[in-house]
């Protein structure tokens, strides 16, 4: 089957650094996507890993280790506005293409 | 270019009584998945059309049906609502693949609550 995990909540300070991992396990694994999610809103692109390493736009970086079957999402500078939930999905083509969402992380950035 | 259209963005309905949801897509977009999120459970895999064919379908029971017309557009049908399928329904819409390296555009959601 396919499943991914990562952690339910996460809380961090304004300006600080945090790290939100993601493992998974899918057959078909062609990529790995991070998606923001704003409560109430549609999630949005963050960041798409293929290759194994780190790929860095901005304050947000992501990772990922095909072998280890392991991808994180880097914040740096943390701003209020980055609190949201973070969703891992894999990219997965059994025949075809989809997405394998994890249940997501909800980050929460205090002053 | 427009985004992913869903309507409505709010809807309240009765138990027993079916409802249906509306995505257009983003234009040139062919691929429309559908996803039920819950709290706690995160993304759940409705269905997915590609060119009026539905190319695959989540573990939903058959109450939940959908269906997409030629010009991509897409309706998700719930019949027999129950309590259960309150939750937040979300389209999303791709173009030729995720090596286009974006994956899923998705719309802002129609939040179904049944009483």
């Known amino acids: 089957g396919q499943n991914i995990d990562q952690p339910t909540e996460m809380t961090a300070t304004e300006g600080a650094i945090v790290q939100i991992n993601c493992t998974y396990q899918t057959s078909g694994f062609n990529g790995l996507f991070w998606y923001q999610q704003h409560a109430g809103e549609a999630p949005t692109f963050l960041s798409y890993?293929?290759?194994?390493g780190l790929e860095e736009k901005g304050r947000f970086s992501s990772f990922l280790s095909r072998s280890k079957g392991y991808s994180y999402l880097l914040l740096k500078e943390l701003q209020m506005k980055d609190s949201a939930s973070y969703l891992c999905?894999?990219?997965?083509?059994?025949?075809?293409?989809?997405?394998?969402f994890g249940t997501g992380t909800r980050l929460l950035v205090s002053p | 270019k427009a985004g992913v259209t869903q309507t409505p963005r709010y809807l309240i309905k009765t138990r027993g009584q079916q409802v249906t949801l509306s995505c257009s897509p983003i234009?040139?977009?062919?691929?429309v998945s559908w996803y039920q999120q819950t709290p706690g459970q995160g993304l759940q895999f409705l269905f997915e059309?590609?060119?009026?064919?539905?190319?695959n379908k989540g573990n939903f029971p058959g109450r939940f049906s959908g269906r997409q017309f030629s010009n991509s557009r897409s309706e998700m049908n719930v019949s027999t609502l129950e309590l259960g399928d309150s939750a937040l329904y979300l389209c999303?819409?791709?173009?030729?693949?995720?090596?286009?390296?974006?994956?899923?555009?998705f719309g802002s959601g129609t939040r179904l609550t049944v009483v």
């Open positions: 999905a894999a990219g997965v083509n059994t025949g075809f293409q989809k997405l394998v």
């Open positions: 059309y590609f060119s009026e064919t539905q190319r």
């Open positions: 999303a819409s791709m173009g030729a693949g995720i090596s286009e390296g974006r994956g899923y555009t």
């Open positions: 890993n293929v290759l194994d």
């Open positions: 234009s040139g977009h062919r691929s």
